[in-house]
């Protein structure tokens, strides 16, 4: 199992960012894909998860009305569009999915 996220970098408060999350050695389309975050001191949290067809979709409420999941089953990968992004959204984005980790994108939000 392989998880490659890219995507991140730095950006202004208000601004966007869509990462994604490459997976491979499974069969993608038969799982649910999430997303956590992990921000410098602070334990790993969860964003947003997927159910393996993307018709069900769940948000911590931090994020919600904000960041949106989804993905593409034919090219096992899973997104995560942010926009307005805040100062307290900067961390480490981590993609997960049956039980592996990607090795994460730093997303920093800074003027």
């Known amino acids: 199992v392989q998880l490659v996220e890219s995507g991140g970098g730095l950006v202004q408060p208000g601004g966007s960012l869509r990462l994604s999350c490459a997976a491979s050695?499974?069969?993608?389309?038969?799982?649910?894909m999430s997303w956590y975050r992990q921000a410098l001191g602070k334990e790993r949290e969860f964003v947003a998860a997927?159910?393996?067809?993307?018709?069900?979709?769940n948000y911590a409420a931090s994020v919600k009305g904000r960041f949106t999941i989804s993905r593409d089953n034919a090219k096992n990968t899973v997104y995560l569009q942010m926009n307005s992004l805040k100062p307290e959204d900067t961390a480490v984005y981590y993609c997960?999915?049956?039980?592996?980790w990607g090795q994460g994108t730093q997303v920093t939000v800074s003027s």
């Open positions: 997927s159910d393996s067809a993307g018709d069900w979709t």
């Open positions: 050695g499974f069969t993608f389309s038969s799982y649910v």
């Open positions: 997960n999915g049956v039980g592996y």
